[in-house]
Each structure stands twice: as C-alpha cells, then as structure tokens.
C-alpha cells in the first residue's frame, strides 16, 4: 500500500473516496425515494428503480471485465456468457418457482417443457428449486467455464487478439446452442413470466428495492473483491504480465497460473452481475449471448477508463444512461453513437472519462 | 561432468526451418565461474540462453542444470530453480516503479494466492534497499520504470535478476548503450557476483570482456569454435578469420 500510494497525491484520493461514497448513497436512495407519494417532488418513478437496478448489475459486469483486460490485458469478447449463464441459472430458479401457476397448470414442468412434451424435469434442472443452490449454481458454472477455456487458452499462450476472437466465438457457440428447443432452456425464447422470488411477488415496491439493494450490495463487495486484488502484489504481477509476459515468466511466475486465476475471478463475478439482472428485468433469452452484448460492455469499460476500477464503474452508468436516452430519442442513431463514443475514447481519450479528472489516480 | 559443473550443454542442436542456430553444441560452466560468450551475430549466443531458460526446446541434446533435465521444464519452473536471465533489450516494468519491480523479483512465493496475501517485510524490505543501493537507483525508488534512462534500465533489470537469488545468472549484452563509467561499474559488479553465483555473459564489447578477466567461450555457426582467456582466443587463427575478421 505504502508503495503504490506514494505515486498519488494523498487528497486525489481522499477526494474520488469522498465523491465514491456520496454518488453510493445517492444510489441507495433511490428505492426510498420510489416510497414517496406520487405528488411529491422527490418522487422517483418504478422505472428508475428497475433501470437503475440493472445498471448496477452492469456495472458489475464491467468491473469483471476490467479486471481482465484493464489490469491483466486479457481482453475477453465474449464475458456476455458468463453473465448471461449466471442469468440463467437464476432463470431456471425462478422458472421453477411459478409451480402450477403457469399457463398449463403443471405441477413442476415449466411452461415451455409442457409445450415440447418433457415427460419430466431433464436432470440438469434437479435442485434448482432450491434458492442456495441456483446461487451457487449461478456462479459455479461460469467459474468452471472459465476455469476449462481459460487453462486450454493460457496453457497453449494463446493471447491478444486470437484470445478475443476465441471468446468471441465461444458466447457466439453458446447463443447457438441455447436457441436450440432440445437444449431444455427454453430455446428462442428463453425464461418469462416469472412469478415471485424468496416469497416476494416480484413486480411489488419491496421486491424491487430488495433487488436493488442486493445489487449494491453485491457491487461494493465486487468493488472490495478488485481492489484488494490490485492493492497486493498479484496486482502488481497482473501490470507486469499486462505489459510483458514473457519477462514475468522469466521471473519465475506461472503466468498461465495467475491469468487463469483472475479470469475465474472475473468469469464468477460476471455470473454474479447476470443472476442479479435477471430478476430485475423479468426475461433472459439467447440474446444476452449475443457477442454484440459483450463487446458494449468492453466500451464501457473503455470509455470509463480502463485499469481503474472507478472507471469500468463511471463507463457502465454513463454509455448506459446515454443509451437509454438515445434508444428512446432517436433509436436509429444509437449504434452510430456507441461506435463513435469508442473512436473518439481511443482517439482522444485513451485513459477514458475519468482520465479527464486525475492523471494521477491510476490504481 | 565434474561434481563443480553447474550447467551442462552437450550436443545441443536448435533447427529452425532447416536452419541450424545450434550445431551439436557442448558447454558446461562450473559453479561460481564467470563466463563470457563471444561470436559474430547470428552465431547462436541468444538461442543458446533460450534453450537455457526454456523458450526454445532444442531439437536434440542435453541441456542440464545440476541434475534437473532443463528441456522437460517451461521458463517459469526453470526460473524458480535458480535461472536468472537478462535480456538484450532491458525489459522492466514500465508501470511500476523502481521499488515494485524489485519487489516482483524478489525471490518468494510465485502462487496467485501468495501474492495476494504477501506482505512486504522488514527484512525483504532490506533486501530491496540494498540492492537499489548497489545498484545506484535508490533515489529513483518511488519513480516509475518508465521514464529511467537506458542505463538505468540496464542497472533495474541487473538489479531484478540479483532479488531473484540464482545460482545461475544469464547476462545478455549488459552494457549495450551505457557509458565507459557505466561499463567498469558493471564488470565490476559481475566480478564480485561472480565466486557465489556462475555468472555467463554474452557480449560484443571485447574490452569489457577483457575487463571481466575470465574464460572466454567464442561461439561461431552454432558450435564452440575456441575457448580459452581473452588472449588466448584473440590469437586463435579460427577466431581471427571468422570474427575478428582481417
């Protein structure tokens, strides 16, 4: 610690902690304010709740994507699987806690394996009723996807830019795979409907705030998880092994070992970002493995600043807000503008927003 | 192979698409000898140190250090035995400041869960004090890699390989671009690494070579041409018309 601050002015800090906290409690009100009676001024409207909610869970997602590239320089185009596969284990919870309240009536069988014609729940889905379970689930099985890919990957050296289209092409194989009816998810369609949760209805006040509340919850802890890992000195070996690897392995690091550390790190905390989203947004399909998907959030992270994890968290709220702005105001631009927002940041903004701020604060 | 041999190349050849970059060579180095390989460019000194720390598999041969098979093990295992190389091209961190890059070499744990829950103590701290101070960057210990001066960089790098602790140091042209005062410096600090440490050195530089008053190994085409003192070799009529060219 005592060596990495004496490169940062001790009030830059004192002031982005200040300005970290405030903006975290102003987040925190939000589903308070939603309490309020309509009339009032200070009234925030259920959307904002919701969208806000999601945001955050984004803002997850950027900080594991960060942590990979920003600070390791792997640079992962397909972490929209790990987030989209936490989503649906969540998916599957929820599924099965509509019981017989869907449209067919089945005492177990979700609406979709009524429809096709399951005899029974396939084994796959066993235990998902169980809350703890399809947690653990939500972050076990992006981790051990990364876990495989990442050993196969980093033990053959295969970095840069063949990396990227390796991830790339793997969220594309599992889009594929998970349009397909005979998968059991749902196929096209994917999870809706979804009814309650812990007993919570989900479409009241509380559920919302409850779910907003894990989400920030879920975002510090993510938020300590990062910074303790870029304080220590595997923080500083992640630099060295960003900047040139091959010199780390000559120091004696197993470079393979560390990189796959960190991408199992990241790959859980992005299933941890899916399955808070999920529930708030009501519906998980294919789409969310759509490589479209991963590449906007590695923009976030490029636009907020990569390698700081303040930025990866200022880049998820900002492309976001202004993209919901833009998809309402002129729908058709909005592709244009993020492509643009990308070269302009790489152009004239490498350190990303918060860059603009401090050209000190770099850990 | 005497009971002192610390390195031990024998009958190492390197093919690359059909090109020979080693040719059945044999070198063994004793334990605390300071070494000096010299050879034309492209006489295969470079190859020879990556098939030494693992980044090229030779295509026949035995490269052994002690009694470890050296062509069974990648860099960072051959590395933690007690193989410190330095590059041609100095190769820091530019990122991290003097002290961190120290701090990386240091020899300690390597594991990810080490390094995250690693704590820098008192006498490690000493450690690294001592060799910036002997290495002339302790001013420049809070200063990031990136913006020292080559020779500093050379110095960094020296520095990063002595917190390693090899027994076995790889120096790859140490005094490219440094200044006649860097030069001596650095000879002398060889010398004095050397007698604990075996210490091989490839360089160009023939009166640094003669200042580091060793063996001198010449390498030619792949294989040993001529070995003996810096004398010797000079006067050897193989080594006169291949590199000293006439």
Redesign the interface.
């Known amino acids: 610690m005592s060596v990495t601050t004496a490169t940062i002015p001790a009030s830059p800090r004192v002031t982005l902690r200040l300005v970290l906290w405030g903006a975290v409690l102003v987040l925190a009100l939000i589903p308070l304010l939603n309490q309020l009676p309509e009339s009032s001024a200070l009234h925030v409207g259920d959307f904002i709740v919701t969208i806000t909610g999601k945001w955050i869970t984004y803002a997850i997602l950027a900080l594991a994507i960060d942590l990979a590239w920003g600070y390791t320089g792997i640079l992962s185009l397909g972490h929209g699987a790990f987030f989209a596969l936490g989503g649906y284990a969540m998916g599957m919870h929820l599924m099965r806690l509509i019981g017989p309240r869907g449209a067919y009536g089945h005492p177990t069988l979700p609406d979709f394996m009524v429809f096709l014609g399951y005899p029974e729940l396939p084994w796959y889905w066993l235990g998902f009723d169980m809350f703890p379970y399809a947690c653990f689930m939500a972050l076990f099985v992006p981790g051990l996807l990364a876990l495989v890919i990442g050993y196969l990957a980093f033990r053959s050296r295969i970095t840069g830019v063949y990396l990227s289209i390796l991830t790339q092409a793997l969220t594309y194989a599992l889009m594929l795979a998970f349009f397909r009816n005979d998968m059991g998810f749902g196929g096209n369609n994917g999870f809706t409907d979804f009814k309650e949760l812990l007993g919570m209805a989900l479409n009241t006040p509380l559920a919302r705030a409850v779910l907003f509340y894990a989400s920030l919850v879920a975002l510090i802890g993510s938020y300590w998880v990062c910074t303790r890992i870029s304080v220590s000195k595997l923080g500083r070996v992640l630099l060295a092994i960003r900047d040139a690897e091959s010199r780390v392995r000559f120091l004696g690091y197993s470079t393979t070992q560390v990189k796959l550390f960190v991408f199992v790190i990241s790959a859980v905390l992005a299933g941890l970002a899916g399955a808070l989203y999920v529930p708030q947004v009501g519906i998980i399909n294919p789409g969310e493995f759509s490589p479209g998907n991963s590449i906007e959030a590695v923009i976030w992270v490029a636009v907020g600043g990569r390698g700081t994890l303040v930025g990866a968290v200022v880049g998820a709220f900002s492309v976001n807000a202004l993209k919901t702005w833009l998809t309402t105001a002129a729908p058709d631009l909005w592709l244009f503008a993020l492509g643009g927002l990308f070269v302009a940041v790489t152009l004239f903004l490498p350190r990303g927003l918060v860059g603009l701020f401090s050209r000190k604060v770099e850990k | 192979m005497t009971s002192h041999t610390i390195l031990y190349l024998d009958d190492v050849s390197v093919v690359f698409d059909g090109f020979r970059a080693l040719n059945n060579l044999s070198l063994f180095v004793d334990q605390g000898e300071l070494r000096a390989i010299i050879g034309p460019n492209g006489a295969g000194k470079t190859t020879m140190m990556d098939v030494i720390?693992g980044?090229t598999r030779p295509s026949a041969g035995t490269v052994k250090f002690r009694d470890a098979d050296l062509t069974l093990l990648?860099?960072?295992?051959i590395?933690?035995m007690g193989i410190?190389?330095k590059?041609q091209k100095p190769?820091v961190?530019?990122?991290?400041?003097v002290?961190?890059n120290l701090?990386?070499?240091l020899k300690a744990p390597?594991?990810?869960?080490a390094?995250?829950?690693?704590v820098?103590a008192g006498e490690s701290r000493a450690a690294i004090d001592r060799t910036m101070e002997e290495i002339g960057l302790t001013a420049r210990a809070?200063d990031?890699a990136a913006i020292l001066s080559h020779g500093q960089r050379q110095w960094l790098e020296i520095g990063?390989l002595l917190m390693?602790d090899p027994e076995l140091l790889l120096v790859d042209e140490p005094v490219a671009g440094m200044t006649d005062q860097e030069t001596e410096h650095t000879a002398a600090l060889l010398r004095r690494i050397a007698g604990t440490r075996s210490v091989v050195v490839v360089e160009h530089d023939l009166e640094f070579v003669r200042a580091l008053d060793c063996k001198v190994t010449v390498l030619c085409e792949g294989s040993v041409l001529s070995e003996g003192t810096i004398d010797q070799v000079q006067n050897d009529p193989k080594v006169v018309e291949v590199y000293l060219g006439r």
């Open positions: 720390t980044k990648d860099e960072a295992a590395a933690t410190g190389r590059f190769t961190f530019d990122a991290l400041t002290f961190e701090e990386l070499a390597r594991g990810p869960w390094c995250l829950r690693w820098l809070h990031r990063m390693q």
